[in-house]
């Protein structure tokens, strides 16, 4: 068999039964012979974000995959990859390549050059009889370590060539404990603490550790704050649970944040970042992470553990157990009490019946609709995300999908698209703003193409938010440059998805449900609701 067949019974081995993809490239017929199923997407960055949605969603343990065309296609996806590596999600590339005689030949785009700053691995298969292990390779790098884009580039000229040692087993995640002296010194300073905090990054669901990090939030009465890309590792209804600290906040985490002595890292770089917190001058910092190179980048950390979050975790639960460790106790009740001085505040927002709506107020009318313990929600960046992180509560893994750091807009589509395909079962809601809609909306016709039932909520104010105050005032006053325009709902229709324009307050759960309805028919959604440009944001830092 030809490298291209290769390539797809390795995936198919690897447990891979759909793959993004936009033509041409010679291994999207060869995937379907194999019976994996292609997935044409309308622009290669969609196609991106889907590979990404399938990696997080399943926590690595299913690998998302993209294959585009060299040259041109590899150029569009660069923008989706940045955003995966930026926050470090194991997705699976596959461009094809130029003719090994011409490759470095301008003006040519180099995939392996150019991808190498954005990607954990790249190689390119030169040799039919390397495609094995290139492709081993590539399934080692995607499952172990920190997570980050592969990939592997497969010239047009070698795709094709015979492939005479196919001998190919699944690779394995391997996973390591910390070292225990580590891990007896981190909880020494757990005992010394008196306000501690946990914050937990992805890392937690990487590892699969929700469970363990609910037992070890209960055995020591810390509570947990989420990073961004965390959120959803630690379910918001959690008496524990501080909620999300990120660009915007809530007023829990702020609160324990700036009053702790003691923050607790699992699962996180501690990446100094505006979609992040800083951390106090009073505190000591504890870091588990499964990449040393994390330890110490932007802190000084005073107590570092290299291994898998969920291993440490135990570990660390075992350490405190045999000490008879007491939890703190009345954590909760201090929690209560700042979430209300919190609401008090942000009441008036979320219960507003202004007109044009506040946003505000549609999230909390789409979070009474849903069952928020069977749907996956994603933002897209800006304001929708700044809005939303706060306040939408996610009660399992994943019922949240955080993302940020490279934050281009128009990312949310493509992520709802793939955790559809990846949990069939759930709701899948992403909201996004008119800007994010004319990055990306065209691709709702892939999700009607192939009945991938999610619904797209559209906040329809017609302005970019805070530009014209913050950014561009001569401009927007000038010459309206922060105006957009647009039937969002219309449109969806003529992608034959099923479109609403809402602007009654009462309408918006009717839509929702009829929303819901059309979904588990197959057929996507977009309601386009009317909002208000609403600026203020529960920002902390």
Known sequence: MNVDTTICRILKAEGIDWIAAFPHQSIIDVAAKEGIKPVIVRQERAGVNMADALSRVTNGKTIGVFTMQYGPGAENAFSGVAQAYADSVPILLLPGGNPQDRVGVHPNFDSLDHYKGITKWASSINSADRTVDVMRSAFSNLRNGRPGPVLVEIPIDVATQEVTNYNYTPVKQNRSAADPQDVSDLVDAIVRSTQPVITAGQGVMYSDATSELIELSELTGIPVVTTLAGKSGFPENHPLSLGCAARTATGMSAHFL??????????????????????????????????????????SINYGAVGDAKLVIKQMIEELKNRKFQPREGVSNLIDQQRTLWMNQWEPKLSSSEIPINPYRVFREIEKTVDVSNTIVTHDSGYPRDQLVPFWKPVTQ???????????????????????????????????????????????ETA?????????????????????????????????????????????????????????????????NRALAANKKGQPALLEIITKEEPEVSKYW
Not at 404 to 422: R, V
Not at 428 to 437: E, S
Not at 467 to 490: F, H, I, K, R
């Open 258 to 299: 700036n009053e702790t002595d003691l923050i607790i890292g699992i699962g996180t770089s501690f990446t100094k970042s505006v979609f992040g917190f800083p951390v106090p001058d009073q505190a000591q910092i504890i870091q588990i992470t499964n990449h040393a190179e994390d330890i110490h980048k932007d802190y």
């Open 398 to 444: 994943h019922g949240y999908i955080g993302w940020g750091k490279s934050t281009q807009l128009g990312y949310g589509l493509g992520l709802a698209i793939g955790a559809k395909l990846a949990q069939p079962e759930k709701t899948v809601i992403n909201f996004m703003g008119d800007a994010a809609f004319g990055m990306s909306g065209l691709d709702i």
């Open 448 to 512: 009607t193409r192939n009945k991938i039932g999610i619904t797209t909520v559209v906040l329809r104010n017609g302005v970019m938010t805070g530009y014209a105050a913050n950014y561009m005032p001569v401009a927007a006053d000038t010459y309206g440059s922060n105006q957009l325009e647009g039937d969002y709902a219309a449109v969806a229709k003529g992608l034959g998805a099923h479109g609403e324009r809402i602007d009654k307050i009462e309408d918006i759960s009717s839509g929702m």
